[in-house]
T-cell receptor, first 111, second 112 residues
Framework: GENVEQHPSTLSVQEGDSAVIKCTYS??????FPWYKQELGKRPQLIID?????GEKKDQRIAVTLNKTAKHFSLHITETQPEDSAVYFC??????????FGTGTRLKVLA | DAGVTQSPTHLIKTRGQQVTLRCSPK?????VSWYQQALGQGPQFIFQ???????QRGNFPDRFSGHQFPNYSSELNVNALLLGDSALYLC???????????FGSGTRLTVV
């Protein structure tokens, strides 16, 4: 069935270093890949997304890359700051139909 | 812009009872999706409503049902509650095929 695997489950980095979170999806028809940040007790918030006709997208310190052939996509955060500490979820979908979420990555940025 | 509004924010119910959760989508959004998020897990898709009809459904039993009203707001109903239904229930709204979801803050349901 449809599945999204996300790694690592936890990630600790020093402030200023980069963080990379990787996801693999199973449904080759997926064409939309959002990333959400969820702080403790709060709603998931969309931080960046990418569509299947694009290989890379950047927004300031955040970038997402997509490899459709391998069915991989990754989130890259550069110059990490303590406020980047949160749980990050990747998801895959076909348009805005159901999202299949990964299991989450708890990112800790150490000051 | 009020964003996505969910009510109530917290709820405690007894096994076997029924519960109704409510969601008002972001202004301009016409599609509402419901997700269940267990502690430490990613959100799991329950169903999606568009034009007052259930457009797609995840792997949830028939105890989970929903409704969308003409003003695009939505309800999630869960019958015969089980302890395992304890979770954060998230509502997300979207508009057509162009935008990603906007999530509400969720309803924390505890079944005792």
């Amino acid at each position: 069935g449809e599945n999204v695997e996300q790694h690592p489950s936890t990630l600790s980095v020093q402030e200023g270093d980069s963080a990379v979170i990787k996801c693999t999806y199973s449904d080759s028809a997926s064409n939309y890949f959002p990333w959400y940040k969820q702080e403790l007790g709060k709603r998931p918030q969309l931080i960046i997304d990418i569509r299947s006709n694009v290989g890379e997208k950047k927004d300031q310190r955040i970038a997402v890359t997509l490899n459709k052939t391998a069915k991989h996509f990754s989130l890259h955060i550069t110059e990490t700051q303590p406020e980047d500490s949160a749980v990050y979820f990747c998801a895959a979908s076909k348009g805005t139909y159901k999202y299949i979420f990964g299991t989450g990555t708890r990112l800790k940025v150490l000051a | 812009d009020a964003g996505v509004t969910q009510s109530p924010t917290h709820l405690i119910k007894t096994r076997g009872q029924q519960v109704t959760l409510r969601c008002s989508p972001k202004s301009g959004h016409d599609t509402v999706s419901w997700y269940q998020q267990a502690l430490g897990q990613g959100p799991q898709f329950i169903f999606q409503y568009y034009e007052e009809e259930e457009r797609q459904r995840g792997n949830f039993p028939d105890r989970f049902s929903g409704h969308q009203f003409p003003n695009y707001s939505s309800e999630l109903n869960v019958n015969a509650l089980l302890l395992g239904d304890s979770a954060l229930y998230l509502c997300a709204s979207s508009r057509g095929q162009g935008d990603g979801y906007t999530f509400g803050s969720g309803t924390r349901l505890t079944v005792v």
